[in-house]
């Protein structure tokens, strides 16, 4: 049985929208993007890089907008990260039928999503790593199918911007911490162990 963590940067008050870019994720009039990468640092993609050396390796459980935007973002890059994600597995959920997948060793999971999941969960392999992908992180805490949230909270307020956990509806989810550390940046890296996933 593979487990899932879910890494994402988070402002204050939970905004995960367009943390790399301005032009990431302009949905609902949001202006603020890239406003995570004052507080990145090598800490910071340190802990990532030893999260996903702890799961044995790298397989990315996606959404079709996070999957576009990495692609078009980490596709042109070089470097160890950037190698690890093309070579890695990736099942991106979507609800575009028929849509090529350009990126290498992609798959797309359509149909009943939370049936799909847990069939990938029950694939011997490493752990699967979601970033970004706010619909797909929703789905997965409500049906409790993730173990594992690795936040990079940074010291800021934006305002404005979708939240990883919603102001209203959120399912209510209980959690231990595991470790929490701060960077020179002010990031504080966290991680919390999710109680109660479903089996």
């Not at 044995?56 to 079709?64: A, E, H, P, Q, V």
């Not at 392999?125 to 909270?153: H, K, N, Q, W, Y």
């Amino acid at each position: 049985m593979s487990a899932i963590f879910i890494a994402e940067h988070i402002s204050l008050e939970g905004v995960m929208q367009a943390p790399g870019r301005a032009d990431e994720d302009t949905r609902g009039g949001f202006r603020g993007g890239g406003w995570a990468t004052a507080g990145a640092n090598g800490q910071v993609t340190s802990a990532l890089a030893d999260r996903v050396g702890q799961a044995g390796g790298m397989r990315l459980l996606l959404g079709r907008r996070s999957y576009d935007d990495m692609l078009s973002y980490w596709n042109a890059q070089g470097g160890p990260f950037a190698e690890g994600l093309n070579a890695a597995p990736k099942y991106v959920v979507s609800r575009q039928t028929g849509t090529p997948l350009p990126w290498p060793n992609s798959t797309p999971i359509t149909g009943d999503v939370v049936d799909a999941i847990r069939a990938l969960k029950r694939e011997p392999g490493p752990e699967l790593c979601v970033m970004g992908s706010g619909e797909l992180v929703d789905t997965l805490l409500r049906r409790r199918l993730a173990e594992e949230l690795l936040l990079f909270i940074h010291p800021l307020l934006l305002g404005s911007g979708r939240r990883l956990f919603p102001a209203e509806g959120a399912a209510p989810l209980a959690v231990e911490r595991l470790s929490s550390a701060a960077t020179e940046t002010g990031v504080v890296i966290a991680r919390y162990r999710v109680r109660d996933v479903a089996p």
